[in-house]
Every structure is written in structure tokens, then in C-alpha cells.
């Protein structure tokens, strides 16, 4: 028994080898959404003098057994104490599930429905912990998996080891309610508790292991970028950001504050989890929640009051409020009305006003040139990975190049509209610089004539040399971090070409 224990990594290890040149042949073959993902981070780890398998998320969640029963449990042993199924719990799992069909996180209103809103918190924070921890928590699991988990199964094993060793649930909580949950599952979920039993409790000795593993890792198709940019050493830092989530940002309007720490660039942060609505300030619509980053663009445009500026990618509208409570007349457009529909309430929330429109930017032309542009543009959303941890599980890069064309039609179509010696801000919450240098050098070179303003002097620290503000998830990791964002502040000729 000693000595198959001691040559079951091994073996696993090889039969990892060949699972990986499966994946391959899947993935050349083109079966399966993303098998070459799933398979190509099957790797070797030194681990304590023992090689082990580190089995990612898309591993585990189309793979087929890992090796050699590790562990046989009799199920008799299963479910002691069987706490009723909680509603949580539940969310989280359904919208966990969600992601591992592909759908984002704000893709599922119906998943939390039905929950009371301290419920619906509750789910987002475990959905969101056990998101953030994906790869983490299987590295753990695999260990203790004779073969794979039915993806249900396995999403309950997940939410219990983040529950244990991230959250720090008590282990006969945490256990129990893993166990109550797969019971729940119908015949083929109860055969199932005895082994979700007996893993999560060898599991939750393992908060040594756990706190020593690495970050989880951005996919190749955003980290090969991200570390020609800047490096190995920034990816990690970049990756230990994600892994640490975001804190709530918030911008008041001038003469107001918001709760939390002031920021030096004008932004307040709260770090603890908090009932936003419920809030001092809220219901007067003194401040909004946006990201100290994102803030940041509107800072590039300087607005003035009595401006007409118009802000053409603009919703749910955290940069037409910043307008707005700048004194500038804001046109807000936007394609999506339903997200214009959230801009709308914030206005009003906020005693702010704008003129809202509903419309594709490339075609919409105002009856006068504006004096100033922002251009918020739609893009892979990669700065925003804090917190959205869905975004790499549900994303490939397949979309990149169609994102940048229609940045750089939308830059482009912004100029021709916007009045001579106009300001146009083009700004991406992207980590790649395709997004963001590069589509600032490309428009400089499709319009030499344009001039690049500087941004604040108290924001040097982070403008490239081309004049552009490169904001990363890294930068103030004492503070909490923030987005990833490229702003770029151009300025049209007077004399219009
Ligand atoms: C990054 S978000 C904008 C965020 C917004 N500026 C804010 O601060 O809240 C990009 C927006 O572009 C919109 N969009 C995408 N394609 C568009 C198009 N062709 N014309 C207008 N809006 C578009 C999307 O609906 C989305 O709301």
C-alpha cells in the first residue's frame, strides 16, 4: 500500500503525458470548444521531492480519470450530520456552473432569482471566491481524485476547499454542507458523498500547501502579450492582484464625498464588502461606484463646464456622471439600450442630466461637432479580471481581432465629428497593449496631424513615452490595486483637414 502510494504520482504524472498529447491531437483536430486549453497546462511540479499533476479547471472539467484510485471511502461513512441544502451555497454553484457553459457572471440574473439579497451577496462572494481559485483548488483536488468528479460534483469539491482554505470556514461546516449539497444531486450525487467527505476533510489539512501555490495564471492568449509587455516579473505581480480582487472604488460629485479612504487621484475606496445601497450617500446620489482607474479618463479630458462633450461608448455611464457633475453637456450613446437603461437610472439617482441616445457610434453623427470626445471603447475587458474571474474562463481571445478594428473605426469615425482643435480621449480597460499603445501609434499614424496631450503631472509615473496613461492591477498594491486601463488624450487641428 506505502508503495503504491508513494508511485501513484508517478504514474499519474505519466498518464498526464499522455493525456497532454491527447489534448493536443484533440485540439489540431478541432474537437471540443477549447481542448488545447484544456490540455496544455497539464504539468509537472516538484512538490515536497514528489512530482504531481497540476491539473488546471478546463483539466478537470472535460478530462477523463487521472490515474489510480487514491482514496476508497465506504459511502456508509458519507453525510453525518446532512445540514439542509443551503440556499447560498446553491446560488453559487448555479452560477459556477454557468461560467463553465460559457456564460459570464452578469449573463445570469435568473441564477440568484430567487434569493434574498443577503443570500445573493453571499453567492456572488463564494461564486466569486471559488472563481478566483479555480486552478488553485483543483491543484489540491487532483490529488485526491481517483478519476474525475461528474462536473457538478467537482464544483462542489471546488466551493469546499475554497470555503476551507480561502475562507476559512470551519471544516465540519464546510464539509457537511458540501456533503448535504451533492445529496441533493440525485442518486449518482448521494453515491458521491462519501468521496466528497473524504476529500474535503483531507483538504482542509492542506492550508500549509495552499497558501504556498502560486497565483492562478492568466490564459496564454492574454499572458504571452502581457509578458512580452512587461515582463515576467509584472505578470506575477499582475496575477497576485487578480488573485486578491478588487475593493470598491467610488467617485463623488465635486463638493461631495463618498466612504472610504481618499485616494491621491480623487477616488475613494472602501476594502470591506459592504451592502452598497445601504451606504451613507447612496440614496442622495453624492457619489457612484467606479473604478479609481476607469476614473481616470475623464481626468484626461479635463472637461469644462458648459462643454458639449460626447461621450459615445458611454454605458452604464460612470464617465457621462463624471461629465455630467463637471458642468459639460453630455450626449450619452450607446448601442445597448438595456445597459442605457442603467445609465439613465444613475442620472437620476445622481440628480445629473444628459442627453441619452440610443444608436451605433459609427453611424451617429451630432447635429453640431462637439468640443470634446470620450471614447470608452469596447474591448476584451482584460483590466477588469479583479474583478470579473469569470473573464478568462469564458473567454479565448478569438474576439481581439474584431475589437481592434472596430477601436480603430470608432477612433477614426470619433475625428471626423468631433469639431477642429476638439479633444478626443480614447481609453480601453484592456491589459493588451493592442488595445491601447499600439492603437494609439496606429492613429497617429493614420492621422499625423493629431497631437497628444499630456496627462496630469501627478500622473507621470504611469504615462508611457507617446503620452499615454498605461494603468495596471499591479500598480498601489498597498491600497488595493486597480484596473487595468490604456487613456490616450488626443487633440484634433484647428484647421480640419
Ligand atoms: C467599456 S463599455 C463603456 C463603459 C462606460 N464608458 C462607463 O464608463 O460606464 C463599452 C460600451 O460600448 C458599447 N458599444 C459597443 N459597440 C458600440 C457601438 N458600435 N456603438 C456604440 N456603443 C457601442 C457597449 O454597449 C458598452 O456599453
Known amino acids: 500500500m506505502a508503495e503504491s502510494h508513494r508511485l501513484w504520482p508517478v504514474a ?18 478541432g474537437l471540443g470548444k477549447r481542448a488545447d486549453g484544456l490540455w496544455r497546462q497539464i504539468a509537472y511540479l516538484g512538490h515536497g521531492g514528489r512530482p504531481f499533476i497540476r491539473v488546471t479547471t478546463r483539466n478537470l472539467r472535460k478530462g477523463p480519470g ?3 484510485p487514491q482514496i476508497r471511502q465506504s459511502h456508509r461513512n458519507a453525510g453525518a450530520g446532512k445540514p439542509p441544502p443551503d440556499a447560498a451555497r446553491k446560488g453559487a454553484l448555479r452560477l459556477i456552473a454557468g461560467v463553465r457553459d460559457g456564460l459570464s457572471l452578469s449573463d445570469q440574473p435568473s441564477a440568484l432569482a430567487r434569493l434574498t439579497p443577503p443570500e445573493r451577496a453571499r453567492a456572488q462572494r463564494l461564486a466569486l471566491a471559488v472563481l478566483r481559485n479555480i486552478d488553485r483548488a483543483d491543484t489540491l483536488l487532483v490529488q485526491h481524485l481517483s478519476k474525475k468528479p461528474r462536473p457538478d ?23 457537511n454542507a458540501a456533503v448535504g449539497l451533492v445529496q441533493t444531486m440525485g442518486p449518482k450525487g448521494r453515491a458521491a458523498s462519501g468521496m466528497v467527505n473524504a476529500v474535503l476533510r483531507k483538504i482542509a489539512g492542506q492550508s500549509a ?28 505581480a499582475i496575477e497576485a492582484a487578480h488573485q486578491a480582487g478588487a475593493p470598491v472604488d467610488f467617485t463623488a460629485k465635486p463638493g461631495s464625498a463618498a466612504p472610504g479612504e481618499a485616494l491621491p487621484t480623487g477616488s475613494f475606496r472602501l476594502r470591506d464588502t459592504a451592502q452598497i445601497t445601504a451606504l451613507p450617500g447612496y440614496a442622495e446620489g453624492d457619489w457612484w461606484v467606479q473604478d479609481a482607474a476607469a476614473a481616470m479618463a475623464v481626468r484626461l479630458l479635463d472637461p469644462k463646464p458648459g462643454e458639449h462633450i460626447v461621450d459615445l461608448c ?22 445597448s439600450d438595456a445597459r442605457l437603461a442603467r445609465l439613465r437610472e444613475n442620472l437620476q439617482r445622481c440628480g445629473l442630466n444628459a442627453q441619452v441616445v440610443t444608436a451605433d457610434a459609427l453611424e451617429w453623427h451630432p447635429a ?13 475587458a482584460t483590466g477588469t479580471i479583479r474583478r470579473h474571474p469569470d473573464l478568462p474562463l469564458i473567454r479565448d481571445g478569438s474576439a481581439l481581432d474584431g475589437l481592434t478594428a472596430l477601436q480603430a473605426a470608432l477612433i477614426d469615425h470619433a475625428l471626423t465629428i468631433l469639431k477642429p482643435g476638439g479633444r478626443l480621449v480614447f481609453a480601453t480597460c484592456s491589459l493588451l497593449q493592442a488595445e491601447g499603445e499600439d492603437q494609439l501609434a496606429l492613429a497617429l499614424e493614420r492621422h499625423p496631424d493629431l497631437t497628444v496631450i499630456q496627462p496630469p503631472a501627478d500622473l507621470q509615473d504611469w504615462t508611457t513615452p507617446e503620452g499615454g496613461l498605461r494603468l495596471r492591477p499591479d500598480y498601489w498594491p498597498d491600497r488595493g490595486g486597480m484596473d487595468g486601463f490604456f487613456i490616450a488624450c488626443l487633440q484634433k487641428p484647428e484647421a480640419s483637414r
Not at 453640431?368 to 476584451?380: F, G, H, V
Open 12 to 29: 499519474a504524472a505519466e498518464f498526464g503525458r499522455k493525456l497532454c498529447c491527447l489534448g493536443k491531437l484533440a485540439a489540431f483536430f
Open 66 to 68: 487521472l490515474g489510480k
Open 153 to 175: 460534483v467537482l464544483d462542489v469539491l471546488r466551493l469546499g476547499t475554497v470555503e476551507l482554505l480561502e475562507m476559512g470556514e470551519a471544516p465540519h461546516g464546510a464539509v
Open 209 to 236: 500547501e495552499w497558501t504556498d501555490l502560486p497565483p492562478e495564471e492568466m490564459p496564454d492568449w492574454l499572458r504571452e502579450p502581457v509578458t512580452n509587455a512587461w515582463g515576467s516579473e509584472v505578470t506575477l
Open 314 to 335: 458611454a454605458a452604464p455611464g460612470g464617465k457621462t456622471l463624471q461629465l455630467a457633475a463637471a458642468g459639460a453637456q453630455v450626449t450619452a450613446v450607446d448601442i
Open 368 to 380: 453640431q461637432q462637439p468640443d470634446a470626445i470620450l471614447l470608452d471603447a469596447p474591448c476584451s
